[in-house]
């Protein structure tokens, strides 16, 4: 049996991968919650990665 492959716009990076994690109805790729996940409060990427992240609230409640 072959398995399809299904690919996904992050909503962090915006590039279509297939590998990553649903939130809500969004996906974000591997690469972009591998980085999430280890930038520091204090990293100037930090407020792009949150307000992103605000886009899942925002469009769907």
Aim: hydrophobic residues 35%; proline residues 2%; negative net charge.
């Amino acid at each position: 049996m072959q398995q399809e492959t299904r690919l996904h716009q992050c909503i962090i990076c915006g590039n279509v991968k297939e590998n990553g994690i649903h939130i809500v109805t969004e996906f974000i790729c591997d690469g972009c919650e591998s980085e999430m996940v280890q930038t520091d409060v204090k990293d100037a990427k930090y407020p792009f990665f949150v307000h992103q992240l605000k886009q899942i609230w925002v469009d769907h409640y």
